[in-house]
Each structure stands twice: as structure tokens, then as C-alpha cells.
């Protein structure tokens, strides 16, 4: 039988699942850098993934059949080449979906509750009250482009909060609790139906600054927009333009095209613009969440059928 290698720290009842899940494979777990090298090239199933095991891994003789990914994001894997070599693909999609949705809401909770600004003035010991008119999130329209796992939750979420929920996506296919669904190719009448944008895209060749200036110009003006998805999918400085002019009301952003994001770069400066460090996705019950996935994924491998969960379309690169 072939060999699993976990570049990830497994609990002991996670490495006795993962056995029981595959019997008669054997289980390696290390850190990239300190693996051997013909370590790494008997691996048949690699569990997360390292630009330290690219060269092994991808090795003439490497028996390497198949990566489930630690992250849900793959555009940082050599996916030519491992398409080349007809390897399964695997990623962690709906791992995020609570943590990333609950810093949705934070996010907008901190700006339509002062708590952002509040906060700032605890620190300075000052009582102040805000100069502008507090809101609700109830009766707001939502918009969701990149409706999957996440959307789905923050969609749910969204309709407790009592907002009306629309959404964007490739198919254009239905969803639950989204009441409209556009195409791409609707992206702008979508946004000008919207009162708050959050961007949950995966970044591939076609998300590429689609959040562009004309995007941005199509959004209501006083809308918010958040981004949890990926930096590449939005055109920073158009997204720098379109806050300057006071057009986008707030922003709350946890990913830039630039990581981590330059202390000169303008959006530091800016009052309504929440930043957090790329972070959304982070959560105490991630591992779990992860090593649960690959445990329904390598069942079916060692019983010889296709991965259940999350396999990667190479065309589509999600």
C-alpha cells in the first residue's frame, strides 16, 4: 500500500482515524523543511501543501497521486503541473465558513454601532458622541458575490439580521437564502441593487481586478464593501479613488494584493476603513474542520473511488 504524508501536527485520535480511514498505508508527519527527500517523493497523499516539497514532490519518482490542501485557496500550488500529472486535487472549502461570516458581520457591526470609533476613544479616555447617524443592518440589501460555502452562511446569517439577500456567481445557479442571483456578466446591475458588497471570490485568471473602477463606480453611493476573499479579485487603487471621493461609504478588508500591506500605502489613513491582517478564516476549530474533510476524502481513495469533497476543477482553478 502507498504512504500518507500530513505536513500538518495531528491529535493522537486524528492519527488513528487517518489509519483506520486508510488501513495499510503507512503515515508520515513532519515539517516541510525538515523532511527527507525520498520522504517526500513516497508519499502517495499529502495533506497540505509547502513550496519546500515542490521539487520532490513533483519528482520524476514520486508516487505522489493525490494533495488534499490545508486552505481553501489553491492559486499558490503549481497547478500546471500537477494537472500535467493528472494528480487529484483536494482543498478545504466550507473549513471557513463560520469564522469568515462571524468577521463579516464584526466588521459591519463595527461601523454601523461606532464600535470601531468607540474603541479608539476608550484608549483616549474621551466620551463622544458620534457625529453622524447611527444605522441597522435590518432592510439593508446584501450583495454576496462568489455565492459557495461562505456566501451560503453569510446569506443565511444575513436573512437572521432581516436583510435582503442577492448574490453573484459563475453559473448563476439558486441558493439558499438568496432571493436573486446574477451571473457574472451582471456583476454592475447587481451592484447598484446593493446597499453593502461583500467580496468572497476565489482568485483565478477571470476574478482577476474584477471588483475594477468601473465596478466601483456601479455601487450605490454611501454603499459598503467588504473583502474576505482574495486581494487579487480587486483593483486596490481604484478601491483607494472610489473611498477618497467618499463614494464607498466603508470598507472592511482582511486581504490585500500586497501582503502584508505597506505601512506608506493610503488605506492606513483612511477614517472608514476597517483592516484586518488576513485573518478571517481563522478559527480555534480549523484543524478539525480540516482533518474531517480529509478523513471523508481518504476513505473513498483507499476504497478506490473519487474524492467526495471539494475537488478541484484545474479548468476552473476552484
Not at 447617524?133 to 450583495?143: H, I, W
Not at 447587481?190 to 467580496?199: M, P, R, T
Amino acid at each position: 500500500m502507498g504512504n500518507i504524508l500530513s505536513l500538518h501536527q495531528l491529535t493522537e485520535e486524528q492519527e488513528k482515524q487517518v489509519r483506520a480511514a486508510a488501513p495499510g498505508y503507512g503515515l508520515t508527519i513532519g515539517k516541510a523543511q525538515q523532511l527527507e527527500a525520498e520522504q517526500i517523493r513516497q508519499a502517495e497523499v499529502i495533506l497540505g501543501w509547502s513550496k519546500h516539497i515542490a521539487e520532490e514532490a513533483l519528482h520524476p519518482g514520486s508516487k505522489l497521486k493525490w494533495i488534499q490542501t490545508w486552505s481553501a485557496g489553491i492559486d499558490k500550488l503549481p497547478l500546471t503541473e500537477l494537472e500535467k500529472r493528472n494528480i487529484l486535487l483536494t482543498n478545504t472549502s466550507g473549513v471557513h465558513a463560520i469564522p469568515i461570516t462571524e468577521q463579516i458581520f464584526g466588521m459591519l457591526l463595527s461601523h454601523t454601532r461606532y464600535l470601531q470609533q468607540a474603541a479608539i476613544l476608550q484608549r483616549q479616555k474621551t466620551w463622544q458622541q458620534p457625529e453622524g447617524q447611527l444605522t441597522e443592518l435590518r432592510g439593508k440589501t446584501l450583495l454576496i458575490t462568489g455565492v459557495g460555502e461562505i456566501g451560503r452562511e453569510t446569506a443565511r446569517l444575513a436573512q437572521a439580521f432581516g436583510m435582503r439577500v442577492i448574490g453573484v456567481r459563475r453559473s448563476g445557479k439558486e441558493a439558499p437564502h438568496v432571493e436573486r442571483m446574477y451571473t457574472n456578466e451582471r456583476l454592475h446591475d447587481a451592484l447598484g441593487a446593493a446597499d453593502i458588497v461583500v467580496n468572497i471570490l476565489p482568485f483565478t485568471e477571470e476574478t482577476r481586478h474584477f471588483f475594477d473602477e468601473k465596478a466601483f463606480a456601479a455601487m450605490r453611493k454611501g454603499a459598503f464593501f467588504i473583502n474576505v476573499g482574495r486581494g487579487g479579485t480587486v483593483h486596490t487603487d481604484a478601491l483607494v479613488r472610489s473611498l477618497e471621493q467618499k463614494h464607498i461609504a466603508f470598507a472592511g478588508l482582511d486581504v490585500f494584493e500586497e501582503e502584508p500591506l505597506p505601512a506608506s500605502h493610503p488605506l492606513w489613513s483612511l477614517d472608514h476603513v476597517l483592516i484586518t491582517p488576513h485573518i478571517a478564516g481563522d478559527t480555534d476549530r480549523y484543524a478539525e474542520r480540516a482533518v474531517d474533510i480529509f478523513l471523508t476524502n481518504l476513505k473513498a481513495y483507499a476504497a478506490k473511488q473519487g474524492p467526495p469533497l471539494n475537488l478541484v476543477n484545474y479548468k476552473a482553478q476552484y
